[in-house]
């Protein structure tokens, strides 16, 4: 009886011991990472885990006046019916028999999408509770934004050439010094930054990855100068969040103003914003613009985005906002280096996605998690923004997006 007593005490004791070890291993690893890192990023990590969204609503931010003068595009009487039996043609893979374009834009989480051709607005639909008026997060399409104002910034001489060494603008980086690299390296993603996926806080490996750090760290500044190599610039891609940080820090420092400021002044007045916008933070006491995944404006005016790199860097009023040299270069296939994650159709160069095959210059398009993409066709004068709560199943939306544009470019102009 005594021997059967304690078995029953073992069996019962050993699982709370385990339970109470795992307690004090989780404990002593937020007390680590909060020492390392400060609590209020481990309380972001805890709390948040993951981007969401609504992150527009959790994280504070600069705001960006809208234009004294908005761009209205003129609407086309019959273009939903043109969009609806072009997209019938080319999703026939992504949609259930006999769905219509509405009924799939709701059922894939869709949030808006909008199609304009030749500078008239085809279709303009919101789904799953948004409308014209909601703000919608960019999350990574904001990357490519930031790769127009830094051509803005070059072509008024606040920053130089493109090949000019990333040291020479943030000196006080010292994973910059000495490393060759270029604004180019980092607006390819080819710096060649070594990368943390995942550090270890005994006895087991905690989320502290310098992918978690980019995007939750309330100094991002910080992060960005932590940077240190591990190849050669040019030699290897990776897509590294801290490189749009770096430029965003360049820009500070060029421009003397907000990273939003800038967006204000140099494009988001001048392309005719409808709507006020807003840059996410990474903290009130930091306030530095969340390079990375920040924007929050309406769909109507991220289009407008997309057809001042469709129209060659010149607003629908006629200014000039950025060289044509510049959204060259954008839409130009950039060669394939170690670490490339796609496949040969596609490329990437300035901040921006692009297809390397079909019509010159080529398609681009600028994109983010939950499936944010904005394809621009400047060979089919096209420009079609998708954004939502997430990619709904769809397997591809840059691919999706791409042959809608291809069967509207063959249909009644």
């Known amino acids: 009886m005594i021997q059967k007593r304690s078995v029953i005490l073992r069996a019962a004791v050993v699982p709370l011991l385990a339970c109470g070890l795992l307690a004090l291993a989780i404990a002593a690893d937020l007390w680590a990472a909060a020492v390392v890192y400060g609590p209020e990023y481990v309380w972001r990590v805890v709390a948040w885990r993951d981007p969401s969204p609504h992150d527009d609503a959790r994280f504070p931010v600069r705001h960006i006046a809208a234009s004294a003068q908005p761009v209205h595009f003129p609407a086309v009487p019959d273009g939903s019916a043109l969009v609806r039996a072009a997209f019938a043609h080319v999703a026939s893979a992504e949609t259930q028999p006999g769905e219509i374009l509405e009924n799939f834009l709701a059922r894939t989480q869709t949030t808006s999408m909008l ?16 409308q014209r008026d909601t703000a919608q997060g960019s999350f990574s399409m904001a990357k490519s934004v930031t790769s127009l104002l830094i051509g803005a910034a070059i072509v008024e001489n606040k920053l130089p050439s493109i090949d000019t060494p990333a040291q020479d603008l943030l000196p006080d980086v010292k994973g910059l010094c000495g490393s060759k690299i270029s604004l180019r390296n980092l607006l390819d993603m080819t710096s060649g930054f070594a990368i943390d996926k995942g550090r270890l806080f005994w006895p087991f490996r905690g989320p502290w990855t310098d992918y978690k750090l980019m995007y939750f760290a309330p100094d991002l500044r910080a992060v960005a100068a932590a940077v240190r190599s591990e190849y050669r610039p040019g030699t290897h891609f990776l897509y590294d969040d801290r490189n749009p940080m770096l430029l965003g820090m360049m820009l500070e420092g060029a421009t003397h103003a907000h990273v939003a400021t800038w967006l204000e002044r140099r494009l988001w007045q001048p392309i005719g914003a409808e709507f006020s916008a807003s840059w996410s933070l990474d903290s009130q006491a930091n306030g530095f613009e969340k390079m990375e995944s920040g924007i929050n404006a309406r769909p109507i005016d991220f289009l407008k985005i997309g057809q001042l790199v469709l129209r060659g ?22 060669p394939h280096v170690a670490g490339w994650p796609r496949g040969d159709d596609f490329f990437y160069g300035l901040l921006w996605w692009g297809f390397t095959t079909g019509n010159e210059p080529q398609d681009v398009f600028a994109e983010g998690i939950f499936g944010q993409v904005m394809l621009v066709s400047r060979a089919k004068g096209i420009v079609v923004l998708r954004t939502g709560n997430g990619d709904g199943g769809v397997a591809s939306w840059p691919l999706l997006l791409r042959a809608l544009a291809n069967a509207l470019s063959g249909s009644e102009r």
């Open 115 to 130: 199609v304009l051709r030749d500078g008239h607005l085809l279709y303009e639909g919101y789904f799953n509770g948004h």
């Open 313 to 334: 860097g010149v607003a629908e009023n006629g200014q000039r906002l950025l060289p044509e040299s510049w959204i060259e270069q954008v839409t130009t296939p950039t």
